[in-house]
């Protein structure tokens, strides 16, 4: 089974600044991996897949790189519905995992 | 708009039984992959089990294999999971997704119900 591995667990950053969360997986997995974006109460809504690109209706400020183990996902401008808990998910191997997450709060 | 709705969490015993039913619309149901995706209380995801459009495909995650039983009505758009000889650790929020692409095992969830709360104790 694939590990993907979260950093930092908590950013604490402020409404307009660069957000920047990373996903390392245990072994290669191509460019086969999404983001979701979960507030609390609420279903994770996918942000983005195969690495970098974005699901329909998700604005450009969101972006993902990366491809092999290490995995970036950025927001240029954070914007105050930002602040959520962000996971990382590989579909290369069943079964598919997800990463620890990583939670956004504001500073 | 696509829309899923979970139902049929509750409280149940340890070894208890329980079915979970997810109701579909705004999409052609029988194109899709399905899941069943879990979140235990304060935890991250874990991906339960997935069914083809014709039920064809199905597929377990280890935690669950001989356990729960995946199945689908497309004439009814519903989906559904059994859950049998439940355990605590089984406790979670139980989320349906879609599949991201039609026809296709993408392995990527584009849309999400709400989600259904399953507490398994004594």
């Known amino acids: 089974e694939i590990v993907l591995t979260q950093s930092p667990a908590t950013l604490s950053l402020s409404p307009g600044e660069r957000a920047t969360f990373s996903c390392r997986a245990s072994q290669s997995i191509s460019n086969y991996l999404a983001w979701y974006q979960q507030k609390p109460g609420q279903a994770p809504r996918l942000l983005i897949h195969?690495?970098?690109n974005r699901a329909t209706g998700i604005p450009a400020r969101f972006s993902g790189s990366g491809a092999g183990t290490d995995f970036s996902l950025t927001i240029s401008s954070l914007e105050p519905e930002d602040f959520a808990v962000y996971y990382c998910?590989?579909?290369?191997?069943?079964?598919?995992?997800f990463g620890q997450g990583t939670k956004l709060e504001i500073k | 708009q696509v829309q899923l709705a979970e139902s049929g969490g509750g409280l149940v015993k340890p070894g208890g039984s329980l079915r979970l039913s997810c109701t579909a619309s705004g999409f052609t149901f029988s194109d899709y992959y399905m899941s069943w995706i879990r979140q235990a209380p304060g935890k991250g995801l874990e991906w339960v089990s997935y069914i083809g459009p014709n039920s064809h495909y199905i597929n377990y995650a280890d935690s669950v294999k001989g356990r729960f039983t995946i199945s689908r009505d497309n004439a009814k758009n519903s989906l559904y999971l059994q859950m049998n000889s439940l355990r605590a650790e089984d406790t979670a929020v139980y989320y349906c997704?879609?599949?991201?692409?039609?026809?296709?095992?993408?392995?990527?969830?584009?849309?999400w119900g709400q989600g259904t709360l399953v507490t398994v104790s004594s």
């Open positions: 997704a879609r599949d991201f692409d039609s026809d296709l095992l993408t392995g990527y969830f584009d849309h």
């Open positions: 195969d690495a970098s």
């Open positions: 998910q590989q579909r290369s191997n069943w079964p598919q995992t």
